[in-house]
């Protein structure tokens, strides 16, 4: 088992409900909903005006937020996992849908002819700016595969590890709200007037937030050598594409479901072995529907008993953040064997098709749990994620 | 013949490709090539989509031409997928989206343009033409893209999570970043660094899997994140050595075409972070170490 399954050694998370891991899981459990008019720019002709924005003051080591918040993440992160290897065998690997914009819009909004700072709109410099901040290697990856990037970046860091391309990696998921992804979705009529409300009847949108996830990987055997605390581990990552539609999900959920399926392949578990699943959630209609579609494809009759969950309602949805932000929940989950409500839930669409937890937070007794990430054109990546305990 | 040991990854195989340069070289005809581009893209997607995808999806189809595989190829397959990497990606869309924002405010941009504008809309486009719903990724990692995308391709057959997967790698360059790239390089860097635009498409397939033909260029191992030195022990087995010095600023790999080693390699910044200090030759044409493979692939040579 340890050769494949990755140790969770170090986490953080920066979001709208403060900065650190335990806040962000005290605010969860308390149903938080941090959101608020939008800050951080003028949101012009806009018809909504709410998001979820990080009110604290951040690192200022780099030259764009979003690099701060995923420095504030990582430093939590590597502060927790304590004894790092020499610095050229740790790897980092960034997730961000858009770092760059605010360059962009900068420049574009600057005068005529002005040149841009065509480095800043590279994602490359992202992971140049964090590594050179937190003092790591060369060993570097960015992807970008809209909002399941920061669970791929997960499945990507582990596959370096099996491969021994570094004996430690970073997964940082980072994104700052910028105006041009506040105005897309706006564009899209995407955004709930009010807070969104994954999973509920009245839902009419998703909430934008802003933050970072990390998490510190290790092979498992390297990380008990070194007695560190294990947070949690990896034991399965899945990829799939719905290959249906650019903004919509497949209405049958089938790339969901792949995604999952694979996931549980790789970690060699049945569905009826997952204590919960961290859905997307967003809290648009379609890619609400199509993710209870896919996760009745996947746990066929016993669909009804799975434990449903979503984030976003206390978060927003971070964009390549989220998939390392809800990974780092999806551990505490397992770690404290409750899993959070989804705040703002009154009214299920889904009753009798699956649990949704809503009002409190739900006891558990599980040892994996799954952990969902879809975006724009049906990218889709599941993470099947485990308790410590389950490597004693 | 070298032999691939156990602890080695299956042999994965180039099964074609095609590299695609919007300015033809002088030995080709570009009027030809044009009529080509627009036939095989159709009047809807050289309508709206971004210069950069509409070279990713031909040059996939002509790959795909190359390797035979026809209207009747099964699609919808979960064993199939598609991996990008590009320097900018889906940049032409985004200046588009980001100057209509910023000119005339949210109510005057197109909603079609935001989804278009982010990077993955070049997989995921790939993906919707072509049935592909095994794994997407996009690699956005400036001149070390293509090798990441290259690795982690292999990395995907090798596991038995694909059998085969389009490996795009390209960057088409929006008019004005391509001013402000070359403005900045020629100050910065001397002369040697043109943006320059061009689209490579590969059919990677697991060699288990694949139909091809014996002779055919496999790609038998492969290693990554750092040079390593290659060398074939007397036991006949390959083995990657990492070299003592770790401080290498190259993000490389090396991987092993019909028996010989080619080595790829792209400098991503240097080991300080800054990627304003780093050698940017590989910008100038993200596909530029890549086009070896395709090289070697067609004129069946080893390195």
Request: hydrophobic fraction near 40%; glycine fraction near 10%; charge should be neutral.
């Given at each position: 088992?340890?050769?494949?399954?990755?140790?969770?050694?170090?986490?953080?998370?920066?979001?709208?409900?403060?900065?650190?891991?335990?806040?962000?899981?005290?605010?969860?459990?308390?149903?938080?909903?941090?959101?608020?008019?939008?800050?951080?720019?003028?949101?012009?002709?806009?018809?909504?005006?709410?998001?979820?924005?990080?009110?604290?003051?951040?690192?200022?080591?780099?030259?764009?937020?979003?690099?701060?918040?995923?420095?504030?993440?990582?430093?939590?992160?590597?502060?927790?996992?304590?004894?790092?290897?020499?610095?050229?065998?740790?790897?980092?690997?960034?997730?961000?849908?858009?770092?760059?914009?605010?360059?962009?819009?900068?420049?574009?909004?600057?005068?005529?002819?002005?040149?841009?700072?065509?480095?800043?709109?590279?994602?490359?410099?992202?992971?140049?700016?964090?590594?050179?901040?937190?003092?790591?290697?060369?060993?570097?990856?960015?992807?970008?595969?809209?909002?399941?990037?920061?669970?791929?970046?997960?499945?990507?860091?582990?596959?370096?590890?099996?491969?021994?391309?570094?004996?430690?990696?970073?997964?940082?998921?980072?994104?700052?709200?910028?105006?041009?992804?506040?105005?897309?979705?706006?564009?899209?009529?995407?955004?709930?007037?009010?807070?969104?409300?994954?999973?509920?009847?009245?839902?009419?949108?998703?909430?934008?937030?802003?933050?970072?996830?990390?998490?510190?990987?290790e092979r498992l055997d390297d990380a008990r050598k070194q007695h560190k605390r294990i947070r949690g581990l990896i034991v399965g990552a899945g990829l799939a594409c719905d290959a249906h539609h650019l903004t919509a999900p497949d209405p049958e959920g089938k790339g969901a479901a792949l995604s999952m399926q694979m996931a549980?392949?790789?970690?060699?578990?049945?569905?009826?072995?997952?204590?919960?699943?961290?859905?997307?959630?967003?809290?648009?209609?379609?890619?609400?529907?199509?993710?209870?579609?896919?996760?009745?494809?996947?746990?066929?009759?016993?669909?009804?008993?799975?434990?449903?969950?979503?984030?976003?309602?206390?978060?927003?949805?971070?964009?390549?953040?989220?998939?390392?932000?809800?990974?780092?929940?999806?551990?505490?989950?397992?770690?404290?064997?409750?899993?959070?409500?989804?705040?703002?839930?009154?009214?299920?669409?889904?009753?009798?098709?699956?649990?949704?937890?809503?009002?409190?937070?739900?006891?558990?007794?599980?040892?994996?749990?799954?952990?969902?990430?879809?975006?724009?054109?049906?990218?889709?990546?599941?993470?099947?994620?485990?308790?410590?305990?389950?490597?004693? | 013949?070298?032999?691939?040991?156990?602890?080695?990854?299956?042999?994965?195989?180039?099964?074609?490709?095609?590299?695609?340069?919007?300015r033809p070289t002088y030995f080709e005809d570009e009027t030809a090539q044009q009529r080509l581009f627009d036939e095989t893209l159709g009047k809807e997607s050289l309508r709206r989509l971004d210069p950069l995808c509409q070279g990713a999806l031909y040059a996939v189809e002509m790959a795909r031409r190359e390797c035979g595989?026809?209207?009747?190829?099964?699609?919808?397959?979960?064993?199939?997928?598609?991996?990008?990497?590009?320097?900018?990606?889906?940049?032409?869309?985004?200046?588009?989206?980001?100057?209509?924002?910023?000119?005339?405010?949210?109510?005057?941009?197109?909603?079609?343009?935001?989804?278009?504008?982010?990077?993955?809309?070049?997989?995921?486009?790939?993906?919707?033409?072509?049935?592909?719903?095994?794994?997407?990724?996009?690699?956005?990692?400036?001149?070390?893209?293509?090798?990441?995308?290259?690795?982690?391709?292999?990395?995907?057959?090798?596991?038995?999570?694909?059998?085969?997967?389009?490996?795009?790698?390209?960057?088409?360059?929006?008019?004005?970043?391509?001013?402000?790239?070359?403005?900045?390089?020629?100050?910065?860097?001397?002369?040697?660094?043109?943006?320059?635009?061009?689209?490579?498409?590969?059919?990677?397939?697991?060699?288990?899997?694949?139909?091809?033909?014996?002779?055919?260029?496999?790609?038998?191992?492969?290693?990554?994140?750092?040079?390593?030195?290659?060398?074939?022990?007397?036991?006949?087995?390959?083995?990657?050595?990492?070299?003592?010095?770790?401080?290498?600023?190259?993000?490389?790999?090396?991987?092993?075409?019909?028996?010989?080693?080619?080595?790829?390699?792209?400098?991503?910044?240097?080991?300080?972070?800054?990627?304003?200090?780093?050698?940017m030759n590989a910008v100038h044409d993200n596909t530029g170490y890549e086009s070896q493979l395709l090289l070697a692939f067609r004129r069946k040579v080893t390195h």
């Amino acid at each position: 088992m340890s050769e494949s399954v990755i140790a969770v050694t170090g986490l953080g998370a920066v979001t709208a409900l403060g900065i650190g891991v335990d806040v962000l899981w005290a605010g969860l459990l308390e149903g938080r909903r941090p959101f608020g008019p939008v800050r951080a720019f003028d949101i012009g002709d806009c018809k909504v005006n709410l998001a979820a924005e990080v009110q604290q003051q951040l690192p200022s080591a780099c030259s764009s937020r979003t690099a701060n918040l995923g420095v504030a993440a990582a430093r939590e992160a590597l502060k927790e996992s304590a004894l790092l290897p020499a610095r050229s065998r740790i790897g980092l690997v960034v997730a961000s849908t858009g770092h760059g914009d605010r360059a962009l819009e900068d420049a574009l909004r600057g005068s005529a002819g002005a040149p841009l700072g065509w480095q800043s709109c590279l994602k490359s410099s992202l992971a140049d700016e964090l590594a050179q901040v937190l003092e790591l290697g060369p060993r570097r990856q960015v992807i970008n595969t809209a909002c399941s990037s920061g669970a791929i970046a997960i499945a990507l860091a582990c596959d370096g590890l099996r491969a021994r391309d570094y004996d430690l990696v970073l997964a940082v998921g980072c994104d700052e709200l910028t105006a041009l992804t506040y105005s897309g979705f706006n564009a899209l009529r995407a955004l709930d007037p009010a807070a969104c409300r994954p999973f509920d009847r009245n839902r009419r949108g998703m909430s934008i937030g802003e933050g970072a996830g990390c998490l510190v990987l290790e092979r498992l055997d390297d990380a008990r050598k070194q007695h560190k605390r294990i947070r949690g581990l990896i034991v399965g990552a899945g990829l799939a594409c719905d290959a249906h539609h650019l903004t919509a999900p497949d209405p049958e959920g089938k790339g969901a479901a792949l995604s999952m399926q694979m996931a549980l392949a790789q970690a060699k578990l049945p569905a009826s072995a997952m204590g919960f699943v961290n859905a997307h959630g967003t809290g648009t209609s379609l890619n609400d529907r199509a993710e209870i579609a896919g996760i009745e494809r996947v746990f066929g009759g016993s669909a009804r008993e799975c434990v449903v969950h979503s984030v976003k309602a206390s978060t927003g949805h971070c964009m390549g953040a989220a998939g390392t932000i809800e990974a780092v929940v999806a551990l505490l989950a397992l770690e404290n064997q409750r899993v959070p409500h989804t705040a703002g839930l009154e009214n299920c669409e889904f009753d009798g098709r699956v649990d949704c937890v809503q009002s409190r937070p739900r006891a558990i007794a599980a040892s994996y749990g799954i952990s969902n990430s879809f975006g724009f054109g049906g990218n889709d990546a599941s993470l099947v994620l485990a308790r410590a305990e389950v490597a004693e | 013949m070298i032999q691939v040991s156990a602890k080695l990854p299956p042999r994965v195989v180039v099964r074609g490709g095609h590299y695609y340069q919007p300015r033809p070289t002088y030995f080709e005809d570009e009027t030809a090539q044009q009529r080509l581009f627009d036939e095989t893209l159709g009047k809807e997607s050289l309508r709206r989509l971004d210069p950069l995808c509409q070279g990713a999806l031909y040059a996939v189809e002509m790959a795909r031409r190359e390797c035979g595989f026809g209207a009747g190829e099964k699609t919808q397959l979960a064993a199939y997928g598609v991996c990008v990497a590009t320097a900018f990606g889906a940049q032409s869309t985004r200046v588009r989206y980001a100057k209509r924002l910023a000119q005339l405010g949210a109510s005057a941009t197109n909603p079609i343009d935001f989804p278009d504008s982010i990077d993955g809309a070049v997989a995921s486009h790939i993906a919707m033409r072509f049935g592909l719903r095994g794994p997407s990724l996009t690699f956005v990692q400036g001149p070390s893209s293509a090798e990441a995308a290259l690795i982690a391709s292999c990395r995907l057959i090798a596991s038995g999570r694909a059998e085969r997967i389009y490996l795009v790698i390209g960057d088409i360059y929006d008019p004005w970043l391509r001013r402000s790239v070359a403005d900045s390089l020629r100050v910065t860097q001397g002369s040697h660094a043109v943006p320059e635009d061009a689209v490579l498409a590969l059919a990677l397939e697991a060699h288990a899997t694949s139909a091809c033909d014996e002779g055919q260029v496999f790609v038998t191992g492969f290693t990554g994140h750092e040079r390593h030195r290659a060398t074939v022990e007397a036991d006949g087995l390959v083995r990657a050595v990492t070299p003592p010095s770790q401080a290498s600023a190259d993000f490389s790999g090396v991987m092993q075409i019909a028996g010989a080693w080619l080595e790829v390699c792209a400098p991503m910044g240097n080991p300080e972070g800054s990627c304003q200090d780093g050698p940017m030759n590989a910008v100038h044409d993200n596909t530029g170490y890549e086009s070896q493979l395709l090289l070697a692939f067609r004129r069946k040579v080893t390195h």
